[in-house]
């Protein structure tokens, strides 16, 4: 319905697709592939939005475009350099590739910035043991029960 409204000058308003949700959708179900195209959609809405380019970098990283993932996630930096999705998203790339000194320069740039708020407690409780780890400190447990380089 929604293509004969745009055919025929009728109103798009009300079958307006929210790209980003939906890529938020499909990157939960598993379907990335689908989820970056929803979220290149969205970036077409909002020329450079960093939320938007940040769940691009998480989309490639999860189909293996790490080094996408990475520029995307710099690119996201130059513009904020307090991003602080994009500090975790690169730290933990840096961490698999094995550049540990960028990784832990990203980890204290996230928890210098750190979001608030019940999701990002997590993310925090694992970039801490993480950091903790890269820097030689043993932990007595990891406070968010997740593996320390699980990213």
Known sequence: MSLWNKLFGGSAEPDQVDYYREGLDMLRDGKFHEALTSFRLALKEAPGDPVVLQQIAIA????????????TYRHVLKNDPDASGAHYGLAFIYLRGGHHEDA????????EHAPSGD?????????????????????????????????
């Open 60 to 71: 490639y990283t999860r189909i293996g475009m790490t080094e996408e993932a990475a520029k």
């Open 119 to 151: 999701d990002a407690r997590e993310h925090i409780a694992h970039a801490q043991a993480t950091l903790a780890q890269l820097r030689g400190e043993m932990l007595d447990a990891d406070p968010s029960g997740a593996e320390p380089y699980g990213g």
């Open 104 to 111: 832990e320069r990203h980890l204290r740039a996230f928890l």
